[in-house]
């Protein structure tokens, strides 16, 4: 085959949606998810470091906002508030009281019957209400996540939710279920769960 035909084929191969592709996030080693920390994107926040934005937009790389407004915060923030990985992280209440809440969501390629893992940071804050939730959605399956902050004032809490894929694409989208003026989103893992190995049997 001549090498301009094997161009041919390899451009064909690019998926049209770079969203959908597995991207390693830096310090994320083997992240399905792209951005996975909110490091990355359009950040033109206001001189309190926060950036409001809407349903449908699409300034944080690999994400697009869902739902209600959503705060994209970076350093030196105003509410004492630091992210758990880097130094960018959500708040899914944005400015407002109460719901309704923001919420985002990504096209990752996956593959059919294949199990995976996503695990998230979920912040609270006891000068805010104290408890947050968040919904996760992917592949038909709904799960909410819930905090169990001690009385801090900025307290991250790991959390983590499976679901096993139906199709080569899968759309994940996390949405604030719970909380007053602060639900915080930060960190967002996405692996294949590896089935156990099978012991060899006893002769």
């Known amino acids: ?56 937009a699409r300034q944080i790389d690999g994400w697009t906002v869902t739902g ?34 923001g919420g985002l969501a990504q096209r990752v390629a996956t593959r059919p019957g294949t199990t995976y893992e996503i695990s998230f940071d979920l912040g609270s804050s006891s000068d805010y209400g104290a408890f947050a939730g968040v919904t996760v959605s992917a592949a038909g399956k709904t799960e909410t996540r819930h905090s169990d902050n001690p009385g801090t004032e900025d307290h991250w809490e790991r959390r983590s939710v499976r679901f096993t894929a139906t199709d080569d694409t899968t759309t994940i989208t996390f949405t604030g279920a719970e909380g007053a003026n602060y639900i915080g989103l930060d960190n967002v893992l996405m692996v294949p769960v590896k089935p156990p190995l099978s012991s060899k049997p006893k002769r």
């Open 68 to 101: 209600d407004v959503l705060s994209w915060i970076g350093p030196g923030g105003p509410w004492n508030l630091s992210a758990s990985d880097g130094t960018h992280f959500l708040d899914l209440t944005d400015y407002s009281y109460g719901p309704p809440f």
């Open 1 to 56: 085959m001549r090498s301009a035909d094997l161009l041919a084929l390899l451009a064909l191969a690019v998926p049209i949606d770079a969203a959908a592709t597995p991207r390693a996030d830096p310090g994320q080693a083997g992240n399905m998810i792209r951005n996975g920390s909110f490091e990355t994107g359009d950040f033109a926040p206001d001189p309190g470091q926060v950036m409001s934005l809407v349903a449908g």
